[in-house]
C-alpha cells in the first residue's frame, strides 16, 4: 500500500505566477487535508474534504486560495498571483473515517512528503 | 483561541540520555497526538491519547497526558541519533473536526552518536 503522494516535491516561481499541487491520497482513505507549514512553525491547518465534499476552510484560506477534490480521490491545491508571503511547505494527509462525524475519535492523519514552495 | 506550547524549543544530546519534553495548552483537548517530523519530509504519527492521566509506551518512547487534558509529555530513554528530528503535539480544536488539528511549534530534538 503507497502512501500519500505530493507532487511536485518542490516549486519554484516568481511573484504573481499561479501555482497547482497536486495530492494522491492512500486509497480508500475518505478524508484529504491540506496543511500549510513555515520555517520553525508547526502546521497550520488550511483545508479538507470528506470525498469530494470540502467541508471546511481556514480564515488562513484567502480568496486567492482554492482547492478541490473533484471525484473523491486526488486532490489539487491552487494559488493564484503568488506572493513571497506564499513560500511554505504544503502537506497533504489522508484519512479513513467509518463512523458518524460526530463520534469520530482518534482520527489518524498519514502526511505526504510536502511540496516546497518558493515564490521569488 | 487554543495554542499549544511546547518546551524545550531545541534540544541537543548524547546518546544514551534520557530526556522530556513537554507540550502545554491553557484550553482542555479532547485528545492529543504526537508526530515526529523529519526535514523534508512530512509528519509521522507516534500515538493518540485520549483519557485524562492516560499513559502509552511505544518502545524507549512514553507518552503521558495530563489529568486535566491540558497538557501532555514524551519522554525518550536511551536516546538514539535515529531518534533525532522535530518532535510535534497537535489536538484537535473544541467542535472542531479530528483532523483539523492545531499544531505546536515543536521541539527539535539532535541526539549525537
Known amino acids: 500500500d503507497t502512501g500519500v503522494s505530493q507532487d511536485p516535491r518542490h516549486k519554484i516561481t516568481k511573484r504573481g505566477q499561479n501555482v497547482t499541487f497536486r495530492c494522491d491520497p492512500i486509497s480508500e482513505h475518505n478524508r484529504l487535508y491540506w496543511y500549510r507549514q513555515t520555517l520553525g512553525q508547526g502546521p497550520e491547518f488550511l483545508t479538507y474534504f470528506q470525498n469530494e465534499a470540502q467541508l471546511e476552510k481556514s480564515r488562513l484560506l484567502s480568496d486567492r486560495f482554492s482547492a478541490e477534490r473533484p471525484k473523491g480521490s486526488f486532490s489539487t491545491l491552487e494559488i493564484q498571483r503568488t506572493e513571497q508571503g506564499d513560500s511554505a511547505m504544503y502537506l497533504c494527509?489522508?484519512?479513513?473515517?467509518?463512523?458518524?462525524?460526530?463520534?469520530?475519535?482518534?482520527?489518524?492523519?498519514?502526511f505526504g512528503s510536502g511540496t516546497q514552495l518558493s515564490v521569488l | 483561541t487554543q495554542l499549544l506550547e511546547q518546551s524545550p524549543q531545541f534540544l541537543s544530546i548524547q546518546e544514551g540520555e534520557n530526556l522530556t519534553v513537554y507540550c502545554n495548552s491553557s484550553s482542555v483537548f479532547s485528545s492529543l497526538q504526537w508526530y515526529r517530523q523529519e526535514p523534508g519530509e512530512g509528519p509521522v504519527l507516534l500515538v493518540t491519547v485520549v483519557t485524562g492521566g492516560e499513559v502509552k509506551k511505544l518502545k524507549r518512547l512514553t507518552f503521558q497526558f495530563g489529568d486535566a487534558r491540558k497538557d501532555s509529555s514524551l519522554h525518550i530513554t536511551a536516546a538514539q541519533p535515529g531518534d533525532t528530528g522535530l518532535y510535534l503535539c497537535?489536538?484537535?480544536?473544541?467542535?472542531?473536526?479530528?483532523?483539523?488539528?492545531?499544531f505546536g511549534k515543536g521541539t527539535k530534538l539532535s541526539v549525537k552518536p
Open positions: 497537535a489536538g484537535p480544536p473544541y467542535g472542531g473536526s479530528q483532523g483539523n488539528l492545531i
Open positions: 494527509a489522508s484519512s479513513r473515517i467509518t463512523g458518524i462525524m460526530a463520534v469520530v475519535t482518534n482520527e489518524k492523519l498519514f
